[in-house]
């Protein structure tokens, strides 16, 4: 299993900005497509975005398509969420993860999670 930790999380005004980044542990980074969760209070895990092993496609939630952009450096290990135009309902802890299965939609897919990095979001 791959070590992955977050951060970039924060408080942030409506329609403000924050880049979230996730940063991998190993070797076999590329080889693997990775994905962005997030998790508000007494609410299940749901997708927000990911990313195929060379970045050269990326998928979207509806809720955040034109808003979020997800990207990554394999030479650094590390993925990246950039979330403009940023709303109340945005608030939850983000979670990046690896997808061993190359499905990449539902949370069963992914077998390498990080701790996660709070995103609050005021009116």
């Known amino acids: 299993q791959v070590q992955l930790v977050e951060s970039g999380g924060g408080l942030v005004q409506a329609g403000g900005s924050l880049r979230l980044s996730c940063t991998a542990s190993?070797?076999?980074?590329?080889?693997?497509?990775m994905g962005w969760f997030r998790q508000a209070p007494e609410t299940e895990r749901e997708f927000v975005s990911a990313?195929?092993?060379?970045?050269?496609?990326?998928y979207y939630a509806d809720s955040v398509k034109g808003r979020f952009t997800i990207s990554r450096d394999n030479a650094k290990n590390t993925v990246y969420l950039q979330m403009n135009s940023l709303k109340p309902e945005d608030t939850a802890v983000y979670y990046c993860?690896?997808?061993?299965?190359?499905?990449?939609?539902?949370?069963?897919?992914?077998?390498?999670w990080g701790q996660g990095t709070q995103v609050t979001v005021s009116s």
């Open positions: 993860a690896r997808s061993y299965s190359g499905r990449l939609y539902s949370a069963r897919d992914y077998d390498s």
């Open positions: 190993g070797r076999t980074f590329g080889n693997y497509a």
């Open positions: 990313i195929n092993w060379s970045g050269r496609n990326t």
